[in-house]
């Protein structure tokens, strides 16, 4: 006796080959019915004897098409039809959004083969895809994702490619980019004034020109990289120069595993994130006999290193070129070009050619960026690869948009169980990138269909993030402090919702007294937050000047544990500190800060470290790889209550380090002390929050925590007192990940009202 069931599929089920992968599992168990896109979903009806009805459900649960991601399953029994045979559907755009989009993915292990096959029709073509790899979300308009909402309408399918497109048991089938020489986007090659260069091969010309030396902008999947030799030390200084970007490592990308072995260490886990889908920057530690131009990534043990990711890069490093350096195609802190005429527009001063092609990028999108860990892949950058694919809550109700804070920003879309975090924004410094910023936000809106019902932003006045939920009048508003974000987005990658003890660590944070926090511990849930301990806020002089100045930050640190005056420190012997006194003593433009960022940035001062700074936290990851192997016990700190919280007192500890300094200890084992010192008086605080609390589970955010050695040490210390670590996985632990836990903190609030 024959049974029909109804199965709706939801999660990334569109534009990965899911529709096929069902059409011939139902012929392989001699199934009837039809299966369609909707934009909930994938659409199932199936008819057919119950055992095989039941195989089938079996197998859709298990043996999934690689590129899909299955949020849930629903199968009701439904009237017989007596259907003929099995077709698919066109796709229907008439339900509410509820499915998911696929994140850009990198291009398979069979196109590649393709692409080098002199016999293949798509033999050296740079836009050689199917339904398991390519480009998806930078492509995508509108929802469902079918070839008319993408920048591919603008390319008609030859016959040969049409078949394929139609064909259910090919590998392309209904791969909406799906293309070839004859009718898919092309290459050019011009200068840097617009005009083409004539030639038979741009992409060998484009080679020719990196080997010169050159600097060429080559666009890819999320936009526009700058590309130079990276073995060519005047081409890297070159690019460097005209970016702006004087210090700041840049990442490279390289031909394969084998040639990045020779450059970095490599663990199996580093291997898997360089291998993945995702095709990530992996930031590596470099090789003691690392051979690139000096100027790619100087002062840093690590290298970001990805591997070709599009068919396009397989083809730039399949000749003579080995590695790339591949950098973001903007100037200074703009976001990345993702067109010709913003390109030349912005980029004239900065290369000597533009490698371009036809296929437009409709949302911008730069290269993830991974480190691993204390055991894990924890992302720097979470992008390219992984946006949009949510983050799954154990909460529902009202839609929600956070729009996270000034750097690093991301946004992000609540919708029932499922965050929607945004590409990497970047920081919100300039016209551009508060364009990108509201250009974000208005197509996560349109393609998952969804007006929020509150918007959540940061406590500090003057971000343009906060700027523009206030703009938006029609809509509830709700603030944030920015360390109860960073926990709360924590709690969310782990399900949390009963209170825990947090230890948010950064560099700048607006606190509810109109300071500037960043070394916080918090008791919070995602309702409120109690400020249970804090480091002693001291003045910054200068503000943002002693961000980018350590020693202004030093001295002011001095002062205090030193009673007003300077004991004599040789990196006081180079500055005219007078100014800097007068400003802390006269309370002049010092506002109060508790960062841990600025405690690292006036300890490596101090101890004769970076002095200025070229990008964030240089200051602090070159002094955290000063301490190399060395060791030193903790140096003094003490805690003072005051009301309902605890002060850290750090003048103890800096009185120590200047005390170590004067006994001639090096800089490596001072670093050792001090890192050894904040994971010991963090844990310290820990126990007595848990003392004072009852509560057991700690929590770990703030862009400090990016810190190796810190991390590392202070994890097993808080496990070794019986405490539950929680730390960020999914999201990144600085500021890019604040906008996931402005939702869950906006959710809450909203549920208390109703």
């Known amino acids: 006796m024959h049974h029909r069931r109804?199965?709706?599929?939801?999660g990334i089920v569109q534009g990965v080959g899911f529709r096929p992968f069902v059409y011939n599992l139902a012929l392989k168990h001699n199934l009837t019915g039809f299966v369609s896109n909707t934009s909930a979903g994938v659409y199932i009806e199936i008819e057919g004897s119950p055992t095989a009805i039941n195989n089938f459900s079996t197998e859709l649960r298990s043996d999934p098409p690689p590129l899909s991601v299955i949020a849930d399953i629903k199968e009701i029994s439904i009237l017989i039809q007596n259907d003929a045979n099995f077709i698919i559907k066109p796709s229907d755009g008439n339900e509410s959004v509820s499915t998911l989009i696929s994140p850009d993915m990198a291009v398979c292990d069979d196109c590649v083969k393709e692409l080098f096959d002199p016999k293949d029709r798509r033999y050296r073509y740079p836009f050689i895809n199917c339904t398991n790899c390519g480009p998806r979300y930078t492509i995508i308009d509108n929802i469902p994702y079918d070839r008319p909402f993408t920048s591919m309408r603008h390319f008609k399918l030859?016959?040969?490619?049409?078949?394929?497109?139609?064909?259910?048991?090919?590998?392309?089938?209904?791969?909406?980019?799906?293309?070839?020489?004859?009718?898919?986007?092309?290459?050019t090659l011009t200068l840097k004034d617009g005009n083409i260069v004539e030639t038979d091969d741009p992409i060998v010309e484009t080679i020719i020109a990196l080997k010169k030396g050159n600097v060429v902008a080559i666009k890819g999947l999320g936009g526009f990289h700058l590309a130079v030799d990276a073995n060519n030390e005047n081409a890297v200084k070159t690019l460097r120069q005209r970016k702006g970007r004087e210090e700041k490592p840049l990442a490279v990308m390289v031909r394969d595993l084998q040639t990045a072995e020779r450059l970095c260490e490599i663990s199996e886990d580093e291997r898997k994130l360089l291998t993945s889908q995702q095709s990530p920057i992996v930031l590596l530690k470099k090789h003691a006999n690392y051979t690139l131009a000096e100027s790619v990534a100087p002062n840093n043990d690590r290298?970001?290193?990805?591997?070709?990711?599009?068919?396009?890069?397989?083809?730039?490093?399949?000749?003579?070129?080995?590695?790339?350096?591949?950098?973001?195609?903007?100037?200074?802190?703009?976001?990345?070009?993702?067109?010709?005429?913003?390109?030349?527009?912005?980029?004239?001063?900065?290369?000597?050619?533009?490698?371009?092609?036809?296929?437009?990028?409709?949302?911008?999108?730069?290269?993830?960026?991974?480190?691993?860990?204390?055991?894990?892949?924890?992302?720097?950058?979470?992008?390219?690869?992984?946006?949009?694919?949510?983050?799954?809550?154990?909460?529902?109700?009202?839609?929600?948009?956070?729009?996270?804070?000034?750097?690093?920003?991301?946004?992000?879309?609540?919708?029932?169980?499922?965050?929607?975090?945004?590409?990497?924004?970047?920081?919100?410094?300039?016209?551009?990138?508060?364009?990108?910023?509201?250009?974000?936000?208005?197509?996560?809106?349109?393609?998952?269909?969804?007006?929020?019902?509150?918007?959540?932003?940061?406590?500090?006045?003057?971000?343009?993030?906060?700027?523009?939920?206030?703009?938006?009048?029609?809509?509830?508003?709700?603030?944030?402090?920015?360390?109860?974000?960073?926990?709360?987005?924590?709690?969310?990658?782990?399900?949390?919702?009963?209170?825990?003890?947090?230890?948010?660590?950064?560099?700048?944070?607006?606190?509810?007294?109109?300071?500037?926090?960043?070394?916080?511990?918090?008791?919070?849930?995602?309702?409120?937050?109690?400020?249970?301990?804090?480091?002693?806020?001291?003045?910054?002089?200068?503000?943002?000047?002693?961000?980018?100045?350590?020693?202004?930050?030093?001295?002011?640190?001095?002062?205090?544990?030193?009673?007003?005056?300077?004991?004599?420190?040789?990196?006081?012997?180079?500055?005219?500190?007078?100014?800097?006194?007068?400003?802390?003593?006269?309370n002049i433009n010092s506002p109060l800060t508790t960062s841990c960022g600025r405690l690292f940035d006036a300890v490596t001062a101090l101890c004769g470290g970076r002095q200025t700074i070229r990008y964030e936290g240089q200051a602090a990851i070159e002094f955290m790889q000063s301490a190399g192997n060395a060791v030193h016990r903790p140096y003094d700190y003490i805690f003072d209550r005051k009301e309902d919280s605890w002060i850290i007192r750090i003048a103890p500890m800096i009185r120590s380090i200047v005390w170590s300094l004067r006994k001639g200890e090096d800089m490596s084992h001072i670093s050792a002390g001090f890192h050894l010192t904040l994971a010991a008086l963090f844990t310290e605080i820990a126990e007595l929050a848990r003392e004072e609390t009852g509560i057991k589970k700690v929590v770990l955010s703030g862009g400090v925590f990016q810190n190796q050695r810190l991390f590392e040490e202070i994890i097993p210390r808080l496990e070794s007192k019986g405490l539950q670590v929680y730390t960020h996985s999914q999201v990144p632990t600085n500021d890019g990940g604040i906008s996931l836990g402005q939702t869950l903190i906006g959710r809450k609030f909203l549920s208390s009202m109703s």
Request: charged share 20%.
């Open 158 to 187: 030859c016959p040969d490619c049409q078949s394929e497109y139609d064909d259910p048991t090919d590998r392309r089938f209904h791969a909406q980019p799906n293309a070839c020489p004859v009718c898919g986007p092309q290459v």
């Open 303 to 586: 290298l970001g290193v990805m591997l070709p990711y599009t068919p396009l890069h397989h083809l730039l490093l399949d000749a003579e070129l080995k590695m790339l350096v591949m950098t973001s195609a903007n100037f200074c802190e703009e976001p990345i070009c993702i067109d010709i005429d913003e390109a030349e527009t912005r980029l004239s001063a900065i290369v000597d050619y533009f490698l371009n092609h036809n296929r437009d990028i409709y949302l911008r999108s730069d290269d993830s960026v991974m480190i691993h860990l204390a055991g894990d892949p924890r992302p720097i950058r979470r992008s390219r690869g992984f946006a949009p694919q949510p983050i799954f809550v154990q909460s529902d109700g009202l839609p929600i948009l956070a729009v996270g804070g000034e750097l690093k920003n991301t946004v992000c879309l609540l919708k029932e169980d499922k965050a929607f975090l945004s590409q990497h924004i970047g920081d919100l410094e300039n016209l551009e990138a508060y364009e990108f910023f509201k250009m974000a936000i208005s197509h996560l809106e349109r393609i998952f269909e969804t007006t929020p019902e509150l918007i959540v932003h940061d406590m500090h006045p003057g971000y343009l993030s906060t700027q523009w939920a206030k703009e938006q009048t029609d809509i509830p508003l709700l603030a944030v402090q920015h360390h109860h974000a960073h926990i709360a987005s924590c709690m969310a990658e782990h399900d949390l919702d009963e209170p825990v003890i947090g230890i948010a660590l950064d560099g700048t944070g607006y606190g509810t007294d109109n300071t500037i926090w960043g070394g916080e511990v918090l008791i919070a849930d995602f309702a409120e937050f109690q400020r249970f301990a804090y480091l002693e806020p001291l003045p910054l002089p200068g503000g943002d000047a002693a961000i980018k100045a350590p020693w202004r930050t030093a001295v002011s640190y001095l002062l205090h544990a030193f009673d007003g005056e300077l004991p004599e420190l040789q990196f006081l012997e180079n500055h005219d500190v007078s100014t800097v006194v007068e400003m802390v003593k006269k």
């Open 6 to 10: 109804l199965i709706k599929v939801n």
